[in-house]
């Protein structure tokens, strides 16, 4: 099996998705029905709150009990990968030890990796302009883009030895720390650019 990235290397193995990790579609949104009082409060990842392979952002949600236990098998662990299944399909993240017990949302797939695959590796192979082709390829289009789970299922990975995944993931991990302090420190001046340009206009 050749990956969307191309041939595999020797040792290197091209295996389904499904083979590599456990898959769950988000619940419908019936099941997260928000209440008003008296409810179990739960975080809820929806694609809006993924951000540069990260989740930045969640919703808390208000929920009857009997709801919360059922959302169980929605919830989240460290190191599973959130990937969206309607709408922005190129956007996927990582949930850290903050994130444990927080639910994918509807629009979302939880990826839970098998012990044979580093996380970090999957998220940025999953980020791979030709892999993101490959799922937009595989969409439907009628009015939203959307990923179906079956579909999902059967891309094809390029699974290198485990010492490979390790650097690899530990290599594009370092790379983003980087990037996201760049982020923040571009997002500081131009709140301080913002800030100063009215005291300048008025000679304060």
């Not at 099941?31 to 919703?59: C, Q």
């Amino acid at each position: 099996m050749n990956s969307p990235i191309g041939p595999v290397p020797d040792g290197w193995q091209g295996i389904p998705l499904a083979d590599v990790c456990h898959m769950v579609a988000g619940p419908s949104n019936s099941m997260i029905r928000p209440v008003e009082t008296d409810g179990v409060p739960i975080e809820v990842v929806a694609p809006k709150h993924l951000l540069h392979g990260r989740i930045a952002e969640r919703s808390a949600v208000l929920v009857t009990a009997e709801a919360a236990a059922r959302l169980d098998r929605y919830r989240l662990d460290p190191g599973d990968l959130i990937c969206v299944r309607t709408g922005d399909l190129g956007k996927q993240a990582l949930a850290g030890p903050e994130h444990k017990g927080w639910v994918a949302g509807t629009a979302c797939f939880r990826l839970r990796p098998k012990p044979t695959i580093d996380p970090r590796y999957l998220l940025n192979y999953l980020r791979h302009p030709a892999v993101r082709d490959w799922i937009a390829r595989h969409a439907s289009t009628a009015t939203v883009p959307t990923l179906t789970l079956s579909t999902l299922r059967t891309l094809p990975v390029l699974v290198p030895p485990p010492e490979v995944q390790a650097t690899i993931g530990e290599i594009m991990s370092a790379l983003e720390d980087k990037a996201a302090l760049h982020r923040e420190i571009v997002d500081v001046t131009e709140q301080l650019r913002d800030s100063l340009l009215p005291l300048l206009l008025t000679n304060r």
